[in-house]
């Protein structure tokens, strides 16, 4: 299993949708949770963190996180051609190390 | 510009040959890691330094693999006879130790092995 699950997408959304982006993780341990977004051939740039239950909104992005179920999720709102990228999954243990999943690319069509 | 910086950006190499890498963390951060990302994939994790420090490698950091952060400031990656199987984006990070342990991610040096 691994540690970090996302679906791999595409997921397609038309412009102005909200496009919700999911990931569970398997370390009941984990206490931060992070979304990065990857455009191709850029390296990761963080969007926002997350560390107890809950929703957490900045902007258009919105971070819930459900430690019961194990599971984080992003949900952006009106969505735009610019928000097509890969969206990365990272959690952390409470040590220094981040596992991230494999991303999940997101499509926007205008 | 005050975030992370990695040189080179690019670069191309034929197998067996030595590359080294370097990463300029943002100012005040004490920790520094390396990633590797091939296509299709999230960032493995491969070292990490608390100052000048290296606290952990993992196993996918052969023995041709090595890391320094002499004075707990920049960092260099040293890949010894390349394979084709190096060939992938190396991402440096780094943070400040406190808080949500956040870690800001520099462009990353894409290598090629011919």
């Known amino acids: 299993q691994k540690e970090v699950e996302q679906n791999s997408g595409p997921l397609s959304v038309p412009e102005g949708a909200i496009a919700s982006l999911n990931c569970t993780y398997s370390?009941?341990?984990?206490?931060?949770f992070f979304w990065y977004r990857q455009y191709s051939g850029k390296s990761p740039e963080l969007i926002m963190f997350i560390y107890s239950n809950g929703d957490k909104e900045d902007g258009r992005f919105t971070a819930q996180l459900n430690k019961a179920s194990q599971y984080v999720s992003l949900l952006i709102r009106d969505s735009q051609p610019s928000d097509s990228a890969t969206y990365l999954c990272a959690v952390n243990g409470g040590t220094y190390k981040y596992i991230f999943g494999t991303g999940t690319r997101l499509k926007v069509l205008a | 510009d005050t975030g992370v910086s990695q040189d080179p950006r690019h670069k191309i190499t034929k197998r067996g040959q030595n590359v080294t890498f370097r990463c300029d963390p943002i100012s005040e951060h004490n920790r520094l890691y390396w990633y590797r990302q091939t296509l299709g994939q999230g960032p493995e994790f491969l070292t990490y330094?608390?100052?000048?420090?290296?606290?952990?490698k993992s196993r996918l950091l052969s023995d041709r693999f090595s890391a320094e952060r002499p004075k707990g400031s920049f960092s260099t990656l040293e890949i010894q006879r390349t394979e084709q199987g190096d060939s992938a984006m190396y991402l440096c990070?780094?943070?400040?130790?406190?808080?949500?342990?956040?870690?800001?991610f520099g462009p990353g040096t894409r290598l090629l092995v011919l």
């Open positions: 990070a780094s943070s400040s130790g406190t808080g949500a342990e956040t870690q800001y």
């Open positions: 370390d009941r341990g984990s206490q931060s």
């Open positions: 330094f608390q100052n000048e420090a290296q606290l952990e």
